[in-house]
């Protein structure tokens, strides 16, 4: 089992293939992974999207950073974020302390095409368009822009491709 010297946080807005690139980068170096939204749903007792409606997203996000506190105990793992995960400073702080931060991108026409028929995206519902994405990600873009170490575009790239440019980026 190889050993990462950080924690790998990919971060990115939904449908990005967080999930899917550290499932694949698990299998290429032999590290655990961790997906925050599986674990708040397993905290939580309850899917995000309920979460959401009994508690509201601040709730939500006071969850996410409590995991990030506890995960910032962990090392050498793989960590795929929620979305919105990087948009509280407390957040990022705690990734930039035990982690590199990878961006994952795609396009607003590719995220649509990955989510379209996801039920479990609760700020997509009502508003499942390229449009609400576009510019649901044109304001994130900057925040996500500014706390990532590498950005990777996703686009028209199999996840081996990906996963080839972040090892290569982080030096692996």
């Not at 105990?73 to 979305?83: A, D, L, M, P, R």
């Not at 990878?102 to 590719?110: C, G, M, N, R, S």
């Not at 028929?117 to 649901?136: A, Q």
């Amino acid at each position: 089992m190889k050993k990462l010297e950080k924690n790998i946080f990919l971060i990115g807005f939904m449908g990005a293939g967080k999930s899917t690139i550290a499932a694949e980068l698990e299998h290429e170096l032999g590290v655990p992974r961790a997906e925050m939204d599986a674990m708040i749903v397993e905290r939580e007792g309850m899917p995000i999207s309920d979460i959401f409606d009994k508690h509201g997203e601040t709730y939500f996000r006071d969850v996410e950073t409590a995991l990030l506190r506890d995960l910032q105990e962990k090392e050498g793992i793989i960590v795929s974020c929620g979305g919105g995960a990087v948009m509280r400073d407390e957040n990022a702080a705690l990734m930039k302390q035990c982690g590199r931060i990878v961006l994952l991108t795609a396009t607003p026409e590719t995220i649509y095409e990955r989510v379209k028929d996801s039920t479990d995206r609760p700020i997509l519902n009502g508003n499942m368009n390229v449009e609400y994405i576009s510019g649901l990600m044109e304001k994130r873009k900057d925040r996500y822009l500014a706390v990532a170490d590498i950005v990777v575009a996703t686009d028209g790239k199999s996840a081996a491709e990906i996963v080839q440019e972040i090892l290569k980026a982080l030096d692996k």
